[in-house]
Every structure is written in structure tokens, then in C-alpha cells.
Nanobody
Framework: QVQLVESGGGLVQAGDSLRLSCAAS????????MAWFRQAPGKEREFVAV????????NYADSVKGRFTISRDNAKNTVYLQMKRLKPEDTAVYYC?????????????????????WGQGTQVTVSS
């Protein structure tokens, strides 16, 4: 079995930066596409970013594009989300997820159904 554990969340002020990590255990996920989703209080879970197995392809939600960067280190079996210029609306629980296939269309890569493994989330709170 594969387990994903997120870390790095916390309380920051608007405009600050934060780096999230997602460590995989149980087996390597170097061949998997990895993604970040988030869920704010009272809202549904939404797609944030995705990266393919090699790191050569990335896609972002419009709300975070230009501010967030997803990356991965397959040797460490870890994926990261560097968040910059954080806004109060970024406040949410952030989840990482892994799926066997990377898709170039948001119709697929932004859907929760494309991912087999999920972490339990890390809280990010941005104050104004």
C-alpha cells in the first residue's frame, strides 16, 4: 500500500510564502502523476496543480497560476508545492494525490477520480 503524508502548513499573513511537502511511503511513485488539491471550509475540494512523472509537464488552476509552483524529487519520493504571495482565499486544507497517468486536458487532470492515492491534508491559514 502507498501512503502520502503532507507537511509544511501553518498560519501566515497575506503576501507571505509557504512550502508544502508530500512524502510517499510503501513504494516509489516515480512513474505517477502527482497533484495538489485543496478544500476550504464549507466548500468542495478543488484542483490546485499537477506534475507528470518526469517533472517536465505541469498545470495549475487559474486561481494560483503565477503564484504557486509544483515540483518533485523522485529520488526522495516527494512532491512539493511552493506557494508565494498568499491570499486569504488560499486558506484551506491542502491534499496531495497520486495517479498512474498524466493527462494534458483539465477535464481529466483536475478531476479527483483520476487519482488513486490521497494524503490526509495539511492546514494552510492566511490572515489579512
Amino acid at each position: 500500500q502507498v501512503q502520502l503524508v503532507e507537511s509544511g502548513g501553518g498560519l501566515v499573513q497575506a503576501g507571505d510564502s509557504l512550502r508544502l511537502s508530500c512524502a510517499a511511503s510503501g513504494r516509489t511513485l516515480s512513474s505517477y502523476a502527482m497533484a495538489w488539491f485543496r478544500q476550504a471550509p464549507g466548500k468542495e475540494r478543488e484542483f490546485v496543480a499537477v506534475i507528470n512523472w518526469s517533472g517536465g509537464r505541469t498545470n495549475y488552476a487559474d486561481s494560483v497560476k503565477g503564484r504557486f509552483t509544483i515540483s518533485r524529487d523522485n529520488a526522495k519520493n516527494t512532491v512539493y508545492l511552493q506557494m508565494k504571495r498568499l491570499k486569504p482565499e488560499d486558506t484551506a486544507v491542502y491534499y496531495c494525490a497520486g495517479g498512474p497517468t498524466y493527462y494534458s486536458s483539465a477535464y481529466y487532470y483536475a478531476s479527483e477520480g483520476g487519482y488513486d492515492y490521497w494524503g490526509q491534508g495539511t492546514q494552510v491559514t492566511v490572515s489579512s
